[in-house]
Structures are given as structure tokens and as C-alpha cells.
């Protein structure tokens, strides 16, 4: 099975940059994404990661530690836009693509 | 591009009634998913499918059923609704490559009273 754990709210500033964590225990791993999901909306992609390391775009960037069972989604220069849930979610080895969400992580953004 | 087309967008249902949720793609998608979406739950799979004439329960796949007898659409059918069933309910798909996302649609809010 897996489970995966992210925070449930964080407040920032606009223009400041805030991370959200989120750590992961599986039987089989063959990937990290990140959504983000506005309020009443889908979710849509944002990064993808499956070797260790950081993955940058644009304002967003992303990091995986395959050996800590570990990933951050990094958000820079926050707009009031990004104000929404982000959403961390583990592929497994499994046929079909599957994917594990976590609980989301919804990040307020304060003038 | 339409990509991935959800409907109806919202229902409210008795307990005990019936009913089918449409997923179409036009993305030309190996795999499709129902999730259900519950405040403080996440996404959770209820049934998927990894082609044509094929499905899978997912997580919580208790009180759902599912047909993919063309490739691009997927159906959801609640037999007997329960008030349990009450959730915000999004199809998803994706090609087949291990790198590729999954795309949604924008929901199904279903009310069961």
C-alpha cells in the first residue's frame, strides 16, 4: 500500500515563496506529481518527478528524494492566483498508471 | 480540444435511485479513472480501465460499477445511491507512458439525499 502525507492549510504573503512538503511511504514507486486544484475546479498538472532532484518551472520547482521518501513543491513569487490545493500523488509499479493522492495541501495567499 | 468532458456537472438524487456518470475523451487515452473527492479525503480511485472492454477496482470501488466499451468514454453507474455517496466525482485519463499525466475534467457534484 502507500501512504502520503502533506500539511492541510498554509497562509503566506504575496510575493513571498512558500514550500509545501510532502512524504511518502510505498511498496513500489515509479514517481512524484504535483496539481494544483482552485477552489470548485479539476486538477491540473503541475510537475513530475521520478529521478532525485529539482525540477524548475518558471515560478514553480519541484524536488524528489526517492531515498527519504521525500518531495517539496516550491512556489516563488506568489501571485493571489496560486491561492488553491495542492495536491502530491505517487505512482505505483502497478499496470494502469494508478496514482495515490495525499490529502492536499490548500495555501491562502495574503495580500 | 476539449480533452476530458464530464457529464451531467451536478445531480441531487433520492436514496435508492440510479444513475450513470459520462466521462468522454478525445485524447485518444489508453487509461481512464473515477475518483471521488471528500473534504479532508483527497482523491480516492473508485474503478479504472487500461483499454477498451477492460476495468479495475481502484480503492473504494464498493457501490459503483463501471463500462468502457468504447475507448473513449468511460461510465460510472450507482445502482442503489446512498447518502455515503454524496462526493464531488472526477474522471480522469492518461496515455500510456510512464512519465505521462493524468487529465481531468472538471466534476460531477452529486447530492444524495
Known amino acids: 500500500g502507500q501512504n502520503i502525507d502533506q500539511p492541510t492549510e498554509m497562509t503566506a504573503t504575496e510575493g513571498a515563496i512558500v514550500q509545501i512538503n510532502c512524504t511518502y511511504q510505498?511498496?513500489?514507486?515509479?514517481?512524484l506529481f504535483w496539481y494544483q486544484q482552485h477552489a470548485g475546479e479539476a486538477p491540473t498538472f503541475l510537475s513530475y518527478n521520478v529521478l532525485d532532484g529539482l525540477e524548475e518551472k518558471g515560478r514553480f520547482s519541484s524536488f524528489l528524494s526517492r531515498s527519504k521518501g521525500y518531495s517539496y513543491l516550491l512556489l516563488k513569487e506568489l501571485q493571489m492566483k496560486d491561492s488553491a490545493s495542492y495536491l502530491c500523488?505517487?505512482?505505483?509499479?502497478?499496470?494502469?498508471?494508478?496514482?495515490?493522492f495525499g490529502g492536499g495541501t490548500r495555501v491562502l495567499v495574503k495580500p | 480540444n476539449a480533452g476530458v468532458t464530464q457529464t451531467p456537472k451536478f445531480r441531487v438524487l433520492k436514496t435508492g435511485q440510479s444513475m450513470t456518470l459520462l466521462c468522454a475523451q478525445d485524447m485518444n487515452h489508453e487509461y481512464m479513472y473515477w475518483y471521488r473527492q471528500d473534504p479532508g479525503m483527497g482523491l480516492r480511485l473508485i474503478h479504472y480501465?487500461?483499454?477498451?472492454?477492460?476495468?479495475a477496482k481502484g480503492e473504494v470501488p464498493d457501490g459503483y460499477n463501471v463500462s468502457r466499451l468504447k475507448k473513449q468514454n468511460f461510465l460510472l453507474g450507482l445502482e442503489s445511491a446512498a447518502p455515503s455517496q454524496t462526493s464531488v466525482y472526477f474522471c480522469?485519463?492518461?496515455?500510456?507512458?510512464?512519465?505521462?499525466?493524468?487529465?481531468f475534467g472538471d466534476g460531477t457534484r452529486l447530492s444524495i439525499l
Open positions: 480522469a485519463s492518461s496515455g500510456e507512458d510512464w512519465g505521462q499525466p493524468q487529465h
Open positions: 480501465s487500461v483499454g477498451e472492454g477492460t476495468t
Open positions: 510505498t511498496s513500489g514507486f515509479n514517481g
Open positions: 500523488a505517487v505512482r505505483g509499479i502497478a499496470a494502469g498508471n494508478k496514482l495515490t
